[in-house]
Each structure stands twice: as C-alpha cells, then as structure tokens.
C-alpha cells in the first residue's frame, strides 16, 4: 500500500533562509508526486507536480522540487523564505499503477518563516 | 470564476442527525473527491468519482455516504453522524481527460468545518 511521510510537522526558518520541507514516499510503482500549499482557513492550492520526465520540478512562488527515485522522496525547497510562504504543505502521491484515482496525503508541514 | 463551493461552510449537529454537505464544481470536471482533514492527519480521501454515476471507496468511506447525478454536483451524506466525524472536510474536482491518469491538477474547495456533538 502507497504511504507518504513528511519529516517534521514543524519547521522553522529565517527569512531569506533556505526552505526545506522532507517527503518521502512508499509505493510499489513510482507514483505521481504533488506538493499543495494551504493558507489559514483556506483550501489547498497546487504548488507543483512531478508526472513523468525531468526529476527538478519547478513549481508557483519559487519553490521546486526533485524526484529521486533512488531515495523515494520528493523534498520541497525554496531558496530564500518570504514571510508570505508561512502555511501548511502536504505532499501527495496518486497511484500510477491503477488510474492515478486515489490520493494519498502526508500528515503536512507547518512552515514558520521568523523576521 | 472558476471554483469549487462548498455548503455550508460551518456545521454544528448532534448525533445521529442526518446531514448533507453540498459541492460543485463550474470546470466541467470528471473527478471529484472528498477529503477530511484532521490534525496530525492530513487529508485522508473519503469517496471519489470518476463520472457521472461512478463512485469508489476511498480510504475512510466508513459512516459516508456519496452520490453523482450530475457533473456538476458530489454531495457528502452522513447517514447518523457521530462524534468521531468531526473534522474539516474538502471537496476537490479535476478534469483527469482520458489517458492523463491522476496527472491533473486538483482543486479543492473552501472547506466545511463539521462539528457533531
């Protein structure tokens, strides 16, 4: 069965320090990779995706991620934090073998960004 | 605007009380699924549908009800809700064309908050 682990329910950073939020993933069948963001009292809005092609994925408001099969994980940077990147993330995995139907989410990551 | 809504967006109910929360989707979607969100959590995926008509399990389908006359509209039904369904729940829709498979973008709705005392 598919599993997401994000590393960490909290992080804290410095603006204009590096961001880097863990994701690691167990499936049988490399999967498609998503990282969403939410905003307090909001819903969540995709930041990027790894579907099939180059690993470095480039995603909204300057964040990337790479897909390492080798290690199964799908890390979120961003190189220089900015106050407004403060929000929950959640790294999510869709099934590759049977539709890409189910989605399964990571616990999250809260991101604190410290002036 | 293309959107996701949800109604309500807040709902206190007791026990057993039979509830519907409604959403809809103005994308022309195929998908749509419906989530909880609970602390420590994430979002867990409750049903899903891939059509008209088409609804499938998710991970935690237990005490849910879902259904799909239309495109537009993926309506959540607690049947005789219980305190262990309080939780903040979220509709999302994506297109998922033929072929594509899962690759499509999500979007999620505002989010009901349910409290069942």
């Known amino acids: 069965a598919q599993s997401v682990t994000q590393l960490g329910s909290h992080v804290s950073v410095s603006e204009g320090a590096l961001v880097l939020l863990r994701c690691n993933y167990s499936?049988?069948?490399?999967?498609?990779l998503f990282w969403y963001v939410q905003y307090p009292n909001q819903g969540l809005q995709l930041l990027l995706k790894?579907?099939?092609?180059?690993?470095l994925v480039k995603g909204i408001n300057g964040f990337e991620a790479e897909f390492k099969k080798s290690e199964t994980s799908f890390h979120l940077t961003k190189p220089s934090a900015h106050m407004s990147d403060a929000a929950e993330y959640f790294c999510?995995?869709?099934?590759?073998?049977?539709?890409?139907?189910?989605?399964?989410f990571g616990a999250g990551t809260r991101l604190f960004v410290k002036a | 605007e293309a959107q996701v809504t949800q109604n309500p967006r807040y709902l206190i109910t007791v026990t057993g009380k039979k509830l519907t929360v409604t959403c809809s989707q103005n994308?022309?979607?195929?998908?749509m699924s419906w989530y909880r969100q609970d602390p420590g959590l994430g979002l867990r995926q409750i049903y899903y549908?891939?059509?008209?008509?088409?609804?499938d399990k998710g991970d935690v389908p237990e005490g849910y009800k879902v259904s799909r006359k239309e495109k537009r509209n993926f309506p959540l039904i607690l049947e005789s809700p219980s305190p262990n369904q309080t939780s903040l729940y979220f509709c999302a829709s994506s297109l998922r064309r033929a072929g594509a498979q899962g690759t499509d973008t999500q979007y999620f709705g505002p989010g009901t908050r349910l409290t069942v005392l």
């Open positions: 790894y579907t099939t092609g180059a690993t």
């Open positions: 499936s049988s069948v490399p999967p498609y």
């Open positions: 999510a995995v869709s099934d590759r073998g049977t539709g890409g139907f189910k989605t399964i």
């Open positions: 994308m022309n979607h195929e998908y």
């Open positions: 549908s891939m059509n008209v008509e088409v609804t």
